[in-house]
Nanobody, 125 residues
């Protein structure tokens, strides 16, 4: 299973780091993607890292502000979110895709094998 954490309430311009911890399987063989869902909107792709850790992908709205990274020793993927904006407010979910590596695969939620429970991020002054 996956456990997402690290969300909270912050002001615009502040930072948060989300964590996605895997248990019961090794992230050595899984790509991890972060998606978010705001009230009344569909779940959307935010960022992903390939199973090898060698490739990272971001949606245009977060490029230059968010960084995804993987620590296989801790079986954890992080999403560092800087310069947060009100439009980043959403529930953030992490998903795992076995041997995932392609952007075109990882940007689609239907391709993921496991999901975490979500963590709320609220950006408001």
């Amino acid at each position: 299973q996956l456990q997402a954490s690290g969300g909270g309430l912050v002001q615009p311009g502040e930072s948060l780091r989300l964590s996605c911890v895997a248990s019961g399987f090794s992230l050595d063989y899984y790509a991890i993607g972060w998606f978010r869902q705001a009230p009344g909107k569909e779940r959307e792709f935010v960022a992903a890292i390939s199973y090898s850790g060698g490739y990272t992908y971001y949606t245009d709205a977060v490029k230059g502000r968010f960084t995804i990274s993987k620590d296989n020793a801790k079986n954890t993927v992080y999403l560092q979110m800087n310069n947060l904006k009100p439009e980043d407010t959403a529930v953030y979910y992490c998903g795992a895709d076995i041997l995932g590596g392609s952007y075109y695969t990882l940007k689609e939620a239907a391709n993921y094998d496991y999901w975490g429970q979500g963590t709320q991020v609220t950006v408001s002054s």
